[in-house]
Each structure stands twice: as structure tokens, then as C-alpha cells.
């Protein structure tokens, strides 16, 4: 039977304060990060059933990682498994990762597995080119692979530590993904980590802002099963759901493409994604189309 997988965006990181933050490369976390961590491991409901914790290697989720979940880690002598098909889409300075010796350096002597980053593939994963491009193609091609390595894994339950933009390629849900821009706003709490009593009323401010951004809070959590035992679909489990939406009906795989679309095309705007070639010419091939009449 397929692992259920509790799914987290990592901590407030150094990029998370301002825009012109976006410029560190691969950021730590800051002390409100930190804080947000030990909350999630004193609040985190399924603690004592994680049996594997999985990480994208950037500075910001394996320290989100080991700071959240040190009771599985401590008890069951588990090491973190740094994944690079989970890194962040944008090739943005704070969304690229160290090199493998620096992420070794880093992680000296912490319960960290890096063994992912020692093939051919892995040495490169921080390039930003080929699979680790900042193409939706890419990024939906490494999402995929990601979620068939974790179906079939035989732990019964899987931590996942990843990234606001990334998690939505990876759930394919799409909803939200403009509500946190992955700024600290000052009209809005520092720290926000979604349990039963919180609530998005609070936030709603943000969603006008000029950055797309992800429908995910720091140290977020959601859970998830696997559609079958022969398809690697996410679906997202009752009580997650009612956690962060109530009611809500969920929305229909086509209305989830039309999401996908339109937050594609605003990341593409803003410089957090790049168009795949076949994107690029297309909106070519569109724009032609509407000033072709005009005699531009």
C-alpha cells in the first residue's frame, strides 16, 4: 500500500523579508524561521508515525527538516534524504543551491543523506539547466518523478519538506497560489503555521500583491494519499482539507489546468519561472495574432 505523505513548506527564510532579499544566494533561516520549527514539532499531530523524512537540499529545508521533526529523527536514527527534484522552481539567487561539497560542509556531521547529490545528475543539480531547469516542462517532469519515487516507497509515513512555488506543481492544486507572496507584510504576523485554529480571513490583504507567491504558509503542513496503488496521484485527505478550507469543494482537473496557466504565466512575468520553448512561442504566436490588425 502506498506511504501517506504530510507534505510542509520550509520556514521563513532570509528571502522571505523583502523582495531585494531575493538576492541572497540560498538563505538561511531567520530567527522567526527557527521559531516556526519549534512550534511544528511541538504541534505536528502525526510525529510519532513518521518513519522517512525527505528534504530539498537547500539550506532552508533541511535545517526545516531537522529542527521540525527531531523526535522521528532522534528515536528511529532516521537521516534526512535530500531530494533535488524538490528544489524551487525560479533560478533566483535564493532559490538556487550550494554545491554538494558546501552542502556537505554545511551539514557536517548532522543526519543528513546526500547521496542524491553524488550522481552525475545530482552534482549538477544546482545548475538550473536540463531537468533542473526553471521551466514548468521541467519542473512538472521532476514533480512527477518525485511523486513516483515517493509511491513507491515502503514506509507507512513520509515527511516532506519542500517549497511554496514548487508544492503546487508537486499537488497539482493550484488554488492560492498567488495568496503568499513570500513577503513579510507588516500589517501581517510574523509567523503562520496552519493548524485547525487558524484562519486565511487575516491575510486576505495580501492577495492583491504585485508578486505571485504560493497558497502555502511557512511550516504550512497538508496530507496526502496516493490515488492507487498503481497511480502516483496526490490526493489531499479529508481532514487535511477541512483544515485549511472547510467546506470548500474542490476544483475539477480541468479548472486546476486553468490555474496552472494563468499562475505559470504570472511567475513568467515576474522573472520566478522561465517559459518553456514551446510556451515562449506560443504567446509569440499570440501576440502576432493580436497586433496583426493593427499594422505594427
Request: hydrophobic share 35%.
Amino acid at each position: 500500500m502506498p506511504p501517506t505523505v504530510h507534505l510542509v513548506r520550509h520556514a521563513q527564510g532570509f528571502h522571505n523579508l523583502s523582495v531585494k532579499n531575493h538576492a541572497i544566494h540560498d538563505p538561511l533561516l531567520t530567527p522567526t524561521g527557527i521559531e516556526q520549527c519549534r512550534i511544528l514539532a511541538k504541534d505536528f499531530p502525526y510525529k510519532k508515525d513518521v518513519e522517512l523524512v525527505v528534504a530539498s537540499p537547500l539550506k532552508r529545508t533541511i535545517y526545516t527538516a531537522l529542527f521540525s521533526f527531531p523526535e522521528a529523527i532522534e528515536k528511529r536514527h532516521l537521516k534526512v534524504i535530500a531530494m533535488p527534484e524538490l528544489q524551487e522552481t525560479s533560478d533566483l539567487p535564493c532559490d538556487t543551491g550550494s554545491s554538494p561539497a558546501e552542502v556537505a560542509k554545511e551539514f557536517q556531521g548532522k543526519p543528513i543523506d546526500l547521496s542524491a547529490l553524488d550522481t552525475p545528475e545530482g552534482q549538477h543539480w544546482n545548475s538550473k539547466t536540463g531537468r533542473w531547469a526553471p521551466h514548468a516542462d521541467a519542473i512538472i517532469a521532476r514533480a512527477a518523478d518525485a511523486r513516483k519515487w515517493l509511491h513507491a516507497r515502503p514506509e507507512k509515513d513520509i515527511v516532506v519538506v519542500t517549497h511554496g512555488g514548487f508544492l503546487h506543481y508537486f499537488t497539482e492544486d493550484w488554488i492560492g497560489a498567488d495568496r503568499f507572496a513570500g513577503i513579510h507584510h507588516h500589517h501581517l504576523p510574523s509567523s503562520v503555521s496552519y493548524h485547525p485554529h487558524h484562519h486565511l480571513g487575516e491575510f486576505d490583504i495580501i492577495l492583491n500583491n504585485r508578486h505571485a507567491g504560493t497558497g502555502w504558509a511557512n511550516t504550512e503542513y497538508r496530507t496526502y494519499t496516493f490515488k492507487s496503488a498503481t497511480e502516483p496521484t496526490l490526493v489531499e485527505t479529508p481532514e487535511s482539507l477541512a483544515r485549511r478550507s472547510g467546506t470548500e469543494k474542490p476544483l475539477s482537473k480541468e479548472e486546476q489546468k486553468n490555474l496552472q496557466r494563468t499562475a505559470s504565466q504570472k511567475w513568467e512575468e515576474q522573472g520566478y519561472q522561465k517559459a518553456s520553448a514551446i510556451h515562449a512561442k506560443q504567446r509569440l504566436m499570440q501576440i502576432e495574432r493580436d497586433v496583426g490588425g493593427y499594422g505594427f
